[in-house]
Every structure is written in structure tokens, then in C-alpha cells.
T-cell receptor, first 113, second 112 residues
């Protein structure tokens, strides 16, 4: 089954404790993105990657890091989480030939205390 | 449309009627405009897209209209069904493909 898998689905952590949210896709897609979704603000792109070892900032990259060492994986790293990073996070992937058809994961709800 | 604070614009439509969801976009250089549907507790799901050189595109029960003069995009859903109840987002895709900007969303509520 074609899918984008995020882990964990729920996470509660404390300020300053480094964490990683993993994202994996099994569709051999070139493009991958991370978004955060906050009430009233819609989805905002954090980082995106158009291929292995190629990453670029989206609209809200501050406080986040990503890496794309393999095509299927695109982890989101919060080196020192802060309460304003409490949000619902989505990973998405798309094929280069159909870049608009993004497939989204089920989301990761993060709370930073 | 724009949302204020925590409240999404909501469109309430009678089951069986047509729905029209509107969106204003910001970047004249966007290459594609896209509509996504997000059901409660799930990630967004692609519905339909339209290239910037088109003004209308039809899918199954959905039609997207693009008015570049006023930077306006709309999604029309024919014969709205209970399963159409969701939040709908418009999005713009940059010409080089990576950067995508989403609107704030509109909640579609279906009345029985």
C-alpha cells in the first residue's frame, strides 16, 4: 500500500529536549515536505526537499532542521524545542512528474511543555 | 477566504445542493493552484489542480475556476454529499515546484 508514515503520532516533551519526528514514504517520490498546522493559520511549509541531499527552507524554518540522506526518509529535527513549536505536523511526498499531488502522512501532534 | 483567530470561515450547504468555496491567492508567479480536502483527524488529500494558463478545469463532481485578473480561485462541488464535509484548502505551487503556500482553509458543513 502506497503511504507516508510518520512517527510518533503523538509526543509530549519538555523545552530544550532534542527530538526527531521520522517520515518515510514507499512511493519512490523525489519531493518531500514538512508542514505545521495551527488553528486559524492553515498549513505552513517548514522545509522541503526536491531530491536526496537537496533541502530548502519553506516559510517557517526557524527552530527546525531536516536531512535527506535517502530518498524514502525525511526526518524533522527539533534541536531545542520550545512551547511555540507545539503544533500538528504533517509530512508529505510527491512525484516530480505530478508535483501537485502530495500524499500526506497522518500527522504528529507535538506538545512542548 | 481569510480566517480570524481560531475560527475558520464556514460554509453551510444543504445536502444535494452545489457548494462554492472561494480563495484569494497572493503570488502572480505561481505555476499551479491546487485544492486539498482535509477530513477530521486526517492529513490533507489532493482534489484537483489547475495550471496558471487555464481558467477552468473539471474533475469528478468538482470544478476549479481561476480568475487571474483578481487573483481568485474557486472550487465548485456538485450535488454536495455528507462525505464532502471537511476543511478545504487552496494552495499555490511555485514554478520550480518545491515551495507550496496554503491558504487558511474553509470548513464545509453539510446540512441534512
Amino acid at each position: 500500500e502506497a503511504q507516508v508514515t510518520q512517527n510518533p503520532r503523538y509526543l509530549i516533551t519538555v523545552t530544550g529536549k532534542k527530538l526527531t519526528v521520522t517520515c518515510s514514504q514507499n512511493m519512490n517520490h523525489e519531493y518531500m515536505s514538512w508542514y505545521r498546522q495551527d488553528p486559524g493559520l492553515g498549513l505552513r511549509q517548514i522545509y522541503y526537499s526536491m531530491n536526496v541531499e537537496v533541502t530548502d527552507k519553506g516559510d517557517v524554518p526557524e527552530g527546525y532542521k531536516v536531512s535527506r540522506k535517502e530518498k524514502r526518509n525525511f526526518p524533522l529535527i527539533l534541536e531545542s524545542p520550545s512551547p511555540n513549536q507545539t503544533s500538528l505536523y504533517f509530512c508529505a511526498s510527491s512525484d516530480r512528474a505530478a508535483k501537485n499531488i502530495q500524499y500526506f502522512g497522518a500527522g504528529t501532534r507535538l506538545s512542548v511543555l | 477566504g481569510e480566517s480570524v483567530g481560531l475560527h475558520l470561515p464556514t460554509l453551510s450547504v444543504q445536502e444535494g445542493d452545489n457548494s462554492i468555496i472561494n480563495c484569494a491567492y497572493s503570488n502572480s508567479a505561481s505555476d499551479y493552484f491546487i485544492w486539498y480536502k482535509q477530513e477530521s483527524g486526517k492529513g490533507p488529500q489532493f482534489i484537483i489542480d489547475i495550471r496558471s494558463n487555464m481558467d477552468k478545469r473539471q474533475g469528478q463532481r468538482v470544478t476549479v475556476l481561476l480568475n487571474k485578473t483578481v487573483k481568485h480561485l474557486s472550487l465548485q462541488i456538485a450535488a454536495t454529499q455528507p462525505g464532502d464535509s471537511a476543511v478545504y484548502f487552496c494552495a499555490e505551487n511555485s514554478p520550480w515546484g518545491g515551495k507550496i503556500i496554503f491558504g487558511k482553509g474553509t470548513r464545509l458543513h453539510i446540512l441534512p
